[in-house]
């Protein structure tokens, strides 16, 4: 399970604009949203995994907009990671 904050095109699997995704298990993401791309502006990522329904959600946000870039996924992680696995 990987979020990408994807700015470079690939036609064969990406989205055509900035996007953020959700990838299960490949590197082409199972669900996209559009990214306003702000080069040299800080920004803020928050992940959150909630078990109790299954949701990944992602968001990401300008310091100095109010505007929320928000993408959410039901993902069951018992299902498509092993045991043991690394956060980072």
């Given at each position: 399970v990987a979020v990408e904050f994807d700015t470079l095109y690939n036609e064969e699997w990406d989205a055509k604009v900035p996007h953020i995704g959700i990838d299960v298990n490949s590197i082409r993401s199972i669900k996209t949203t559009p990214w306003d791309?702000?080069?040299?502006?800080?920004?803020?990522?928050?992940?959150?995994?909630?078990?109790?329904?299954?949701?990944?959600?992602?968001?990401?946000?300008?310091?100095?907009?109010?505007?929320?870039?928000?993408?959410?996924?039901?993902?069951?992680?018992?299902?498509?990671?092993?045991?043991?696995?690394r956060i980072g």
């Open positions: 791309l702000k080069n040299g502006k800080d920004a803020i990522a928050r992940i959150v995994y909630i078990a109790e329904t299954k949701t990944l959600t992602v968001e990401l946000c300008y310091y100095s907009e109010a505007k929320i870039h928000t993408l959410e996924v039901v993902v069951d992680v018992k299902e498509v990671l092993p045991e043991w696995v």
